[in-house]
RNA sequence: GACCCCAUCGUCUAGAGGCCUAGGACACCACCCUUUCAAGGUGGCGACACGGGUUCGAAUCCCGUUGGGGUCGCCA
């Protein structure tokens, strides 16, 4: 038998980091064992799931490059085959209508937490004949669930989990307006579409005990399943916007690689040795269940970070110079200078060595992109003063007779100008800082005797000439 | 409240009875390198929640306590 796994967000909003972590484990659980992953929408909330989440979910699986197979199923298309499933149950005496007011369940909830019992309704309508239904009801469907004995499910993450069949009641399948529920739904789905493995958030432990009293009504074989632990905030609180958790795409608007927020989503809450980098081939060939731990990860920022800037060094210098120049084509209202891209580009090689985020890149790119004259830091230009524009002015003389524009030579003329043709002898670095403001705008940038190399021999006399005229 | 799950450095984890005076990574600190910032290199700080068992021997097995999390909808 063939795996077929799936990820089944409900479209109520963004992409979250969870739900990227389960997709990608699915995802690669599939292809681990040459399955297929498959993708549905659970949109039968009607009120709640909007054509926009949907989008942002789907867009969200895409940027990550978590590909499904076939088209996506909509839930809600599927109603009427639920319906029917509900149906077959009610014939065959494992489903009956239930007319229970919600005043009346309310009570038994309250009741029942009074005398310290698990909150669950009582089965009243389980054995009564529909000629006693109240007139003027339009009942709900439940499951004629076992009262006696246990539920075991054989979780592949967590193991044998067992729970008393008196904690679970009788769920509803059909609502009052015939719509089946989230419970039916999920069950009579997986079940159509083949679903081996069910691979999800350990938040649907608890439903796995009701799914599979389904599977059994139905007579059914149920799929296995896997809960994995949810990913918590820096607090060890569950993850909420509050923290920050914001859909896949603020990831994306910050600056984080695609196979970077993979790989940290990958190593949190699994592990294979000190493994740390793991690319999407290797972590197909690795992933498997037995890897995921069971406790709740925290999500860390620092990590993801350190993450991504090892993807950014190892990213080709075109992609991420097409990213940055994006970035700043809608970042700076006026346009770019002629040679930006070309700058942006040759300058790439050492600008990844020290960004965390494309943002960052954007950020130090900067320099290259703008025109003259060039915006100069307040903190850069207090290393502006009489001396050290005069230091610049007697540069660009001498800067002037050199002819051999490139990164070496530059710095040997340098060296050599600072350390014998000036008045008196001057260390390297009381030249290069001031050079450096006035070629970048900052006291912080790639080496200085690249950036004038790549800057051009025209360019960079006239920056210099900028600071001390 | 009831039920279920979990528990190794601040964080992510390695560890499936002796290989553990507990390993790696991130973060942090120091030093080296150095024209700035990074990167890189070297070193440092730092954990088996607690209490009982079992065993010649326990981070690893069992029980309890504590702590954290999840679920208890005609939401998904």
Redesign the pocket.
Known sequence: MSVVTRFAP?PTGFLHIGGARTALFNWLFAHHHGGRFLLRI?D??LA?STEEAVDAIINGLKWLDITWDGDAVS?RSRMERHAQAARRLIDEGNAYHCY???EE?AEM?EAA?RE??????DGRWRDRSPSEAPAGVRP?VRLKAPREGDTRIDDLV??E????NR?LDDM?LL???GTP???LAVVVDDHDMDITHVIRG??????AFRQLQLYRALGWEPPLFAHIP?I?G?D???LSKRHGSLGIEAYRDQGILPEAMCNYLL?????H??D?IIDREQATSWFDLD?V??????F?V??L??VN?HYLRACDDKTLADLVSDRLRRSIPAPLAPDADARILKGMASLK??AKTVAELSEMAHFYALDRPLPISPEAATLLTDDTKGLLRDLTQDLRNHTQWDGPSL?SEVREFAGTRQPKARK??EV??PL?VALTGS????????VMEILGREETLARLTDVFE
């Open positions: 409900s659970e039968t909330d709640r839930q229970a007011s919600p369940l909830r937490r310290g019992r698990s909150p669950v309704y709900v967590q193991g989990v067992t729970v008393a904690q509803v609502r009052a307006d529920t989230y419970m350990d938040d649907h432990l608890n439903n949810l918590h820096a060890g609180a569950r190593r949190l809450g699994w592990g040795g000190d740390e890897g731990g069971r406790a709740p990860a925290r860390d620092s990590k970070l350190n800037a060595l020290r710095e390297l670095g290069a800082q450096r006291k912080v940038s790639p080496p200085i005797f690249e």
